[in-house]
């Protein structure tokens, strides 16, 4: 009976969550962004996993395990040698292509899901302290990104993070330590031929040490960087963004204001502080966590995000930066709760894993915290002009003539009671904001937008049916045409 019911759920709220207006474009897919399995530290199985998620009415999962786990300490001037190794189990640990090729066997099995492959990320972490002084601390060892769309082996073995897999990539920097170690090793070599005892144990001590010296210089290595090198600033941060994105994957900044970065940890201690100022730090990254199971403000009004959406509006970024729910699934009982609690919501045209990708470089995407089965469904978030022959929805560009008209239609899977607390949100001021029950339709002319100023609106719903956080539409009044980033209508 049990099944039953949970089965019915699930299709009561596919079909809920399914149903575009009429005429629309756009068909919505629900997904959950952040999941671990069994490659990392999930319970799971990649198969289990997706065989919950469809179970629960979602036709999508990103699976984000844990790329590697893995803290070293070393002693100088030999830290690459002499040193203590902690990992954890991750998709190195096993293998990315027996990753990658679970993935492939469930989507075999489930041919009607999206399964899409990736991984979280700690690109660069650094050391003070001593361990013998008792105050060994990580710092930003939790600072971590997201990795989405990565399909091949290569992708995740050459990753730019710290105690990954061999790489010439960056051999050549380290080429000028090499050539004085090996002038050493030539002095030493050239030594151990005198006749004298202490010209050769002269000899003998720089052969040995050069090449101990040689080998601890790690020329081959993954990444630019190691965690002796102090606070690097965004620099790994970027190497790894432009990396993802020249595999063609996406990247996403997560839990950017967690705060359980600062604790103990073994005999060491952890000091990952929440890392807002990264949104505006880091450019070319598709965007970050939005909603989480803690605390975040940077989606606040006038904080981070409008500060980088304001950017791109000015022409100072390249792209615009994109919110997403992220689930940190382990397990039914783990942090982020039940599988479900934190969906983030695409607009595709047609069901595939190719439009879903799309959608998601686009924008075209809402974020909600809510509690499995109940959560709120973005029925219809457009802006067009005063008279409606045009409009642009989440993710879109739109240049209008006169003031722009902006509808808003929310409503929810499972009735809830008490109002929701609604606010329109233009370059990071509220410009209306009200109390409402589900469902609402609202639709209101912004008659203080700046003529030919290129602008946008969002939207933001908070109250007893959780929290939902739509993308921005990006907005051009008074302009002559029409300019339409994707399609000619905008209503879901």
Known sequence: MRIFAISMTAAIFLTLLAAPAAGADYIQVAGVIDTRTVFSDGELSVEALTGLAEARGFEAVFFNDHDRLVMEYGIFPLEHLLRKREALNSIHEQSAGGYLAAIRQARRKFPEMILVPGAESVPYYYWTGSYFGGDLTAHDHEKRLLAVGLEKTEDYEHMPILH?????????????????????????????????????????????GSALLMVNTMPFRSSPYDQYMGNQGIAPYQLYIDFVNSAGGMTFWNYPETRSGIRPLGPIRLNTPPYPEVLEQASRYTGFAAIYGDTITVTEPGRQWDSVLRQYCRGERSQPVWGIATADY?????????????????????????????????GRMYALRSRYPQRMIL???????????????????????????IRMAVSSTVPVDGPVKIRLIRAGEVIRALDAKLPFEVETIDEEAGAGVKTYYRLDVRGPAGVLVGNPVFVTPNQAGVRRRLSRRSRF
């Open 330 to 362: 382990h397990k039914e009982t783990g942090a982020g709760g039940a599988l479900g609690n934190f969906p983030t919501v695409f607009l595709v045209r047609k069901k595939s894993r190719e439009d879903l990708l799309e959608a998601m470089r686009a």
């Open 164 to 208: 990954n897999g061999v790489s010439t990539r960056y051999t050549a920097q380290f080429i000028p330590r090499l050539l004085i170690f090996a002038g050493v090793l030539i002095i030493g070599l050239v030594l151990l031929r005198e006749k004298r005892r202490l010209a050769r144990t002269v000899g003998a001590v720089a052969c040995v």
């Open 379 to 405: 029925n219809e978030f457009s802006v067009s002009d005063s008279r409606r022959k045009q409009s642009a929805t989440l993710g879109e560009e739109i240049d209008i003539s006169g003031k722009p008209r």
